[in-house]
């Protein structure tokens, strides 16, 4: 039963794309300090409202990842965010890793922790409302790295996570991200992630968690940002395509890609482009879960002001909006004069 529910639950959040407002404490801090934002936790509850009870929302976002943090927050009135998620139709989620960290024994890379104690924190985000969780791992390229024992203390980790989480009834997000920091080409980062996506499917099918159950949250395949050669959006569709039919099982329930540090506009129409009408049907659907992406047009118009909440609404509709249309392969550029 417990099965049945999830992959229900993850066919649900694939309807349309999810909204990944999980920063942790120390990045939304950094973001709010590069805008001269004060770094209260008030004015992060404030800024979480502002993006939980946006008009409509609902019309373009089936799901949002909540932070440790946000999930026991409320709005002014004493509604929990759960609560107004919920009645928007947005199925609450939850991040659960304890972020990256160096990893003994092999300079440059790193891990992440927090499984300890994950089984009794997944039942106590199940109580407070949560229906899918997160956890992500960070794969960064370079001279001599990725190292097989990094990528495979990632994955490992990355599928124990996700079995815990289809015990304690929560949809997990497995996200092995490929960083887009560096000078690496494209067909490297392709030959990078395929490596990655071999071994965590590897992870998951010894682990035992049914793949019908989760959500890919993956990289695009994109050329290192300093890169000398870099590529129009069409091609980046086409390897990213290419990769996954290579390295993605068709029994997972659909990928949600991170933007990753894109530019807002770039990610849309990658995503966009990734959806073709010349192209043969995909075993599994593509979508967005979008954060810096999407809510940083938002945070630059609300700076902390509250004259500024309607604005700062409007364009975190309007970039979701947009998102969701790139899902159907229906985004075009003029839409960005529509704001």
């Known amino acids: 039963m417990i099965i049945k529910e999830l992959i229900g639950t993850a066919g649900a959040m694939m309807t349309k794309g999810l909204l990944a407002m999980d920063e942790s404490i120390a990045t939304c801090n950094k973001r709010f300090d590069e805008l001269g934002i004060p770094q209260t936790e008030e004015y992060r509850r404030n800024y979480r409202e502002i993006l939980v009870s946006t008009l409509d929302l609902g019309s373009c976002i089936s799901g949002a990842i909540l932070s440790d943090e946000s999930i026991r927050q409320h709005t002014s009135d004493g509604t929990s965010f759960v609560e107004i998620l919920v009645k928007s139709g947005i199925i609450p989620g939850i991040k659960v ?50 190292t097989r024992g990094c990528i495979e203390a990632n994955t490992s980790a990355l599928a124990r996570y996700a079995a815990l989480c289809q015990e304690a009834g929560l949809v997990p997000i497995v996200e092995p991200e490929v960083l887009m920091d560096g000078t690496h080409t494209i067909e490297k980062c392709a030959s990078v992630t395929e490596t990655v996506h071999r071994s965590l499917f590897h992870q998951l099918y010894e682990q035992r968690v049914n793949l019908q159950g989760i959500i890919l949250k993956p990289n695009m395949i994109l050329p290192g940002k300093d890169c000398t050669v870099q590529v129009d959006d069409e091609t980046i569709a086409n390897a990213t395509i290419d990769c996954f039919l290579r390295s993605v099982p068709a029994a997972v329930s659909g990928i949600a890609f991170l933007s990753g540090g894109q530019p807002s506009l770039k990610a849309t129409a990658r995503l966009n482009a990734m959806h073709s009408k010349s192209r043969p049907p995909l075993p599994w659907s593509l979508t967005f879960s979008f954060s810096r992406a999407i809510e940083y047009p938002a945070i630059k118009i609300w700076h902390g002001n509250k004259d500024n909440i309607e604005a700062t609404q409007k364009a975190l509709y309007h970039r979701a909006c947009c998102d969701n249309a790139a899902r159907r392969g229906e985004y075009n550029v003029a839409m960005e004069s529509n704001k």
């Open 97 to 146: 890793d304890k972020s990256a960290k160096d990893m003994a024994g092999f300079p440059g890379e790193k891990v992440t922790e927090g499984l300890d104690g994950l089984r009794e924190r997944l039942r106590e985000y199940h109580s407070l409302g949560a229906r899918f969780a997160k956890w992500r791992a960070v794969i960064k390229i370079g001279d001599g790295i990725p």
